[in-house]
């Protein structure tokens, strides 16, 4: 399985409305997805309404995520206005440094 970080925008213009018609459906949704969907909340800059969402993810690939992302109530109301999926390593956690074999190996670019 790999971690995965997926990001999204919400469009701002319907938000508040699509955010409280669909709240307890998306909420139904994470939960019913808890398998796969570890932790997830809104995103916002300080002092403003929400801007979007994170989602941290644990899936054998990016196709599986971009599935979960397209059955989510939200998405399909229009509230996000696009989403990244990528992939993330753990380096630190807990106040700790991981164990060097839990770190994936560095890339070599040519």
């Known amino acids: 399985m790999t971690l ?3 990001l999204f925008e919400d469009d701002r213009q319907q ?4 955010r409280q018609k669909y709240l307890e459906r998306h909420f139904d949704f994470l939960q019913a997805n808890a398998a ?4 997830a909340g809104p995103l916002s800059r300080q002092g403003d309404a929400f801007a979007g969402g994170l989602w941290l993810v644990e899936a054998d690939d990016a196709a ?3 599935r979960l992302v397209k059955e989510d109530p939200f998405w399909s ?7 990244q999926i990528l992939v993330w390593n753990r380096v630190f956690a807990d106040g700790t440094r991981l164990p060097r074999q839990q770190m ?3 890339s070599v670019t040519p």
């Open 64 to 66: 599986e995520v971009d």
């Open 36 to 39: 796969l969907i570890k932790t």
């Open 104 to 106: 994936p190996p560095p």
């Open 77 to 83: 109301a229009g509230l996000r206005k696009s989403v």
């Open 15 to 18: 938000a508040a409305e699509i």
């Open 4 to 6: 995965f970080a997926v």
